[in-house]
């Protein structure tokens, strides 16, 4: 008897602890419905309107007839073919899709998206939360950042708060509006992940990296903080499945924001460019370099009349701070640089031969591509040296395309030793430097081989079709 008069009693403490434990975990949770109510109406739908033959004339590079000009012989002839007004196009031939999400982030109607949302569409439709529909104009897009500005005619509409991701905590919350699949002003939240995140597509953009819903048709949509404040475009999921997999990614809205003013005022966007090829700094190579833990950004090619190149800046050197920014990774360098005004100097502390030096660097604009092939070799082959390699001299034709001066590299024929193929070195490979020497010709690069010390790790520099590379070479114990 008094044993199940203490067990009741016990019940019932644990019944009156969970009575007062739920209410705090339930009042410790944000509730986003006043913040979803409040922003929902700057939050639109986009979708487009595209011409199924002029979307294949885009993917062979076949010009609009309309934009021929008068005097042009053709002309005639196609708009004889095609029609004398431009092409009358039966509906089945024209697809409507709802692509993405915008948001609205001025009061006469300009409105910001992704660039990947708008970039193909002949006409954008802009669709309210009251379901009144508009039709936007471009006014400027950006593939680097994926960020675009259309705008519509009307007035007094409701806008967003602009803040800023730079005060963004990892595990803070966050909430998404947008369209997935179609589904108008969706509600979706989660955290911050991660920041500064850097993406193969594009490393001018930090993202920020959340565990938010987001799926096909979010793109272009805000991200929220608690205060009602947008921090990110919602622009990206990592997915193998083409749905949400608790990798959502983000453009700061420092970034979009950037963009959207250079685009308001030149329709173009201009960004800062050092002229360096770089890479990380891993163990292996820090042990090489002489550092004491991995950090910076490892320079692996100083692209000729850059304005790295003007500052005397050497391939080997790791920057390890830029304007006084710390560098923990080389991902960390490209925004830095990107969001830089051009034609001001940058103060750059770099590491060289052990040494840390304090460079001066004018920043240039960034040009529009950069792409460089690798040739096959047809050179005669050379013999085999202690690293496993069997490399020739490089042709001129080749030296041109890679745009390697005369007196550097010689071409890796063929991989047969453990220290080479342990390093990661791979035939069609160009090594350009070994042990922070420059490579000449196959007779000193052999000479260098000899040279090098057992049991040591050594920096190898190669070039090869996706740009240069610095490996670690580990030499094994005589």
């Given at each position: 008897?008094?044993l ?16 007062l434990?739920?209410?705090?975990q ?32 885009r ?12 005097d042009?012989p ?19 031939q ?8 915008g ?10 998206t ?7 569409a ?17 006014i ?21 708060q602009?803040?800023s ?9 966050v ?5 997935p699949?179609?589904?108008?002003h969706?509600?979706?939240a ?8 850097n993406?193969?597509?594009e ?7 959340t ?11 805000p ?6 404040q ?26 979009a ?24 700094v ?14 910076g ?6 692209l ?34 990107g ?12 590491l ?15 040009p ?6 690798l040739a ?24 041109k ?17 453990r ?6 070195i791979?035939?069609?490979?160009v090594?350009l430097?070994l ?8 007779p000193q ?34």
């Amino acid at each position: 008897m008094i044993l199940a008069t203490k067990t009741t009693s016990l019940m019932a403490s644990f019944v009156l602890l969970a009575t007062l434990i739920a209410p705090l975990q339930a009042k410790d949770l944000p509730d986003f419905s006043e913040l979803a109510a409040q922003n929902a109406p700057s939050v639109v739908n986009i979708s487009t309107k595209q011409s199924s033959v002029r979307r294949q004339m885009r993917r062979f590079n076949i010009p609009d007839f309309n934009d021929i000009p008068e005097d042009n012989p053709f002309g005639d002839l196609l708009r004889r073919f095609l029609g004398e007004h431009g092409y009358q196009l039966p509906d089945d031939q024209v697809e409507k899709q709802s692509l993405g999400s915008g948001f609205i982030v001025s009061e006469d109607g300009y409105i910001l998206t992704n660039n990947h949302v708008v970039s193909e569409a002949d006409e954008i439709i802009v669709r309210m939360s009251d379901r009144r529909e508009f039709t936007a104009e471009v006014i400027g897009m950006d593939e680097r950042s994926d960020i675009a500005l259309i705008k519509i005619q009307a007035d007094d509409l409701p806008v967003v708060q602009i803040g800023s991701a730079k005060d963004l905590k990892v595990g803070e919350w966050v909430l998404a509006i947008g369209s997935p699949f179609g589904f108008d002003h969706s509600v979706t939240a989660g955290i911050v992940s991660a920041k500064g995140r850097n993406l193969p597509s594009e490393n001018y953009v930090p993202f920020i990296q959340t565990d938010v819903a987001i799926n096909p048709g979010n793109s272009g949509g805000p991200l929220f903080n608690l205060e009602g404040q947008v921090v990110g475009v919602n622009s990206q999921i990592y997915s193998r499945s083409g749905g949400f997999m608790g990798l959502s990614f983000a453009i700061p809205i420092d970034v979009a924001m950037d963009v959207v003013e250079q685009l308001k005022t030149s329709g173009r966007v201009s960004r800062g460019w050092l002229g360096v090829l770089i890479q990380d700094v891993t163990g292996e190579l820090a042990e090489s370099f002489g550092m004491d833990r991995p950090r910076g950004a490892l320079v692996a090619r100083v692209l000729p009349d850059s304005p790295a190149a003007k500052a005397g800046l050497q391939v080997g050197d790791v920057i390890l701070k830029f304007n006084g920014t710390t560098l923990r990774s080389s991902s960390e360098l490209p925004p830095l640089v990107g969001s830089s005004s051009v034609d001001r100097p940058a103060d750059l502390e770099i590491l060289r031969a052990g040494k840390k030096i304090q460079v001066q660097v004018n920043i240039g604009e960034l040009p529009q591509e950069d792409a460089m092939e690798l040739a096959q070799s047809t050179s005669p082959r050379v013999s085999e040296n202690r690293l496993g390699l069997m490399v020739s001299e490089l042709t001129g034709e080749q030296r041109k395309q890679l745009s390697i001066p005369a007196k550097n590299g010689v071409l890796v024929e063929s991989v047969t030793g453990r220290p080479a193929r342990e390093a990661g070195i791979q035939q069609g490979d160009v090594i350009l430097m070994l042990n922070n020497q420059d490579v000449e010709n196959v007779p000193q690069f052999n000479a260098l081989v000899k040279e090098l010390p057992a049991g040591k790790t050594v920096a190898v520099l190669v070039h090869r079709n996706t740009g240069p590379i610095f490996l670690p070479l580990r030499m094994p114990p005589e």
